[in-house]
């Protein structure tokens, strides 16, 4: 049983900055890819971004392509997303998943965190 636990959310204004932190319980996080996603209210869940086992490789959407970045240090089993140029349609809660396979469908990931709340205020 893995678990992912999500941190740093908060209150942002447009412009600015805010990462966040995904720490996950085990050995086995630098076997995994990892994914952030995020969920807005009444919309469904939206890739944001992954990055591969070693950190060498990462995929974005489109919607935050330039202004996220995603990171991990497989030592401290901690996945990161650095979050700039925030906007109000940022606002959503941010989840971190273990991925069985690189990729940005939903469908590959198997564990969850619970999601920490970001708010993009203009």
């Known amino acids: 049983q893995v678990q992912l636990v999500a941190t740093g959310g908060g209150l942002a204004q447009a412009g600015g900055s805010l990462r966040l932190s995904c720490v996950a319980s085990g050995r086995t996080f630098s076997y995994y890819a990892m994914g952030w996603f995020r969920q807005a209210p009444g919309k469904e869940r939206e890739f944001v971004g992954t990055?591969?086992?070693?950190?060498?490789?990462?995929y974005y959407a489109d919607s935050v392509k330039g202004r996220f970045t995603i990171s991990r240090d497989n030592a401290k089993n901690t996945l990161y997303l650095q979050m700039n140029s925030l906007k109000p349609e940022d606002t959503a809660v941010y989840s971190c998943?273990?991925?069985?396979?690189?990729?940005?469908?939903?469908?590959?990931?198997?564990?969850w965190g619970q999601g920490t709340q970001v708010t993009v205020s203009s």
């Open positions: 998943a273990r991925a069985t396979s690189y990729g940005g469908s939903p469908d590959l990931y198997d564990y």
């Open positions: 990055i591969s086992r070693s950190g060498g490789n990462t």
